[in-house]
């Protein structure tokens, strides 16, 4: 068992989604996605080489590490939706993120290279999600894991979630260091 506190695994808590998600909660989420980019780049923008190689929690990835995931991870996730607007309840393609983090293409990439990546995947989904249909997001895909289908909609909470729990690691990182 893990002795690392809560707090420094989940800083802004577990995910949790209502059973009923609104058009109101979709907006909102759209707009996290939206400005997560810049906002990011606004919080990484004085990190040292140093500071980005250091590990944001206790046996956690590195800053460095975890901005190469966020782009994959929400890479991932646009292909997911595409997915799922264009195929009936597609079995989706997980992927080894543990493994990901730790190629090649980690180390070498900057921080501003990191970003540029999410920021590009981020204005194509946006621009996708805007456009949806009251029934589009309704559809679902079927993570293999779980063998559960997952709505668009609900997926849309998640990666809210995803974007703003990462934040918060690198965020109490510079805090708790004082960088």
């Known amino acids: 068992m893990s002795t690392i506190p809560e707090e420094l695994k989940y800083p802004i808590g577990k995910f949790e989604v209502a059973n009923t998600v609104t058009d109101a909660m979709l907006a909102d989420w759209i707009l996290t996605l939206e400005q997560f980019p810049m906002q990011l780049a606004q919080l990484i923008s004085d990190l040292t080489d140093q500071q980005l190689d250091t590990p944001y929690r206790p046996e956690g990835w ?3 590490q975890l901005l190469v995931h966020i782009g994959d991870s929400h890479l991932n996730c646009y292909v997911r939706f595409k997915w799922a607007l264009t195929e009936d309840q597609p079995t989706i393609k997980a992927y080894d993120q543990a493994g990901w983090a730790n190629l090649a293409d980690v180390e070498i ?5 990191c970003v540029d990546f999410i920021a590009a995947v981020h204005r194509r989904w946006v621009k996708l999600l ?7 997001w309704d559809r679902s895909f079927v993570h293999p894991e779980t063998g559960k289908a997952i709505t ?4 849309l909470g998640l990666y809210d979630w995803h974007s703003r729990h990462h934040f918060a690691h690198i965020q109490r990182l510079i805090e708790r260091e004082g960088w």
Request: no cysteine; proline share 0%.
């Open 152 to 155: 668009l909609r609900r997926n």
């Open 130 to 136: 805007r456009a949806l249909s009251s029934d589009q």
């Open 109 to 113: 990439s900057s921080a501003t290279e």
């Open 62 to 64: 590195t800053v460095r």
